[in-house]
C-alpha cells in the first residue's frame, strides 16, 4: 500500500484544514488507518484513528471536539477535519495504515505497517 498525504498549508489561529491520505497499491478496506503528527524536536504523537468499518473513531484529547476523521472507502481515502486549529498544531503531519482483521482503532505508532510521507501544517498566531 502507497499512502499520499496532502492538504497542508499555512492558516491563522482558529482557521480550518482538511488534510487527505489516499491509497494505492491495493484496497484500504481492510485496514485501520490513523494521523500522526511530529512538531521539530519532538516526537511523533497519535492524532486520530479509525477503524477499518469507519465506524469505531478514536482522538488525542488535545483535538478532541476540534478534529474529525473519516473515511470513505469508494475513494479509497480517509480524511482529517481540522478546526478551530491553534499554533500548537503546527507539525508534520502522517497518515499510517494496519492491516487488521479487528474492527477497531489503534493509536500506537509501532504498529503500523505503511506510512505516508507527511504533509507540514504550520498555523500562526
Known amino acids: 500500500v502507497q499512502l499520499q498525504a496532502c492538504g497542508g498549508g499555512l492558516v491563522q489561529a482558529g482557521g480550518s484544514l482538511r488534510l487527505s491520505c489516499a491509497a494505492s497499491g491495493r484496497s484500504f478496506s481492510s485496514y485501520a488507518i490513523a494521523w500522526f503528527r511530529q512538531a521539530p524536536g519532538k516526537e511523533r504523537d497519535f492524532v486520530a484513528a479509525?477503524?477499518?468499518?469507519?465506524?469505531?473513531?478514536h482522538y488525542a484529547d488535545s483535538v478532541k471536539g476540534r478534529f474529525t476523521i473519516s473515511r470513505d472507502k469508494r475513494k479509497n481515502t480517509v480524511y482529517l477535519q481540522m478546526n478551530n486549529l491553534r499554533p500548537e498544531d503546527t507539525a508534520v503531519y502522517y497518515c499510517a495504515a494496519k492491516s487488521t482483521s479487528r474492527d477497531t482503532y489503534y493509536n500506537d505508532a509501532r504498529g503500523y505497517d505503511y506510512w505516508g510521507q507527511g504533509t507540514q501544517v504550520t498555523v500562526s498566531s
Open positions: 479509525v477503524s477499518w468499518s469507519g465506524s469505531i473513531t
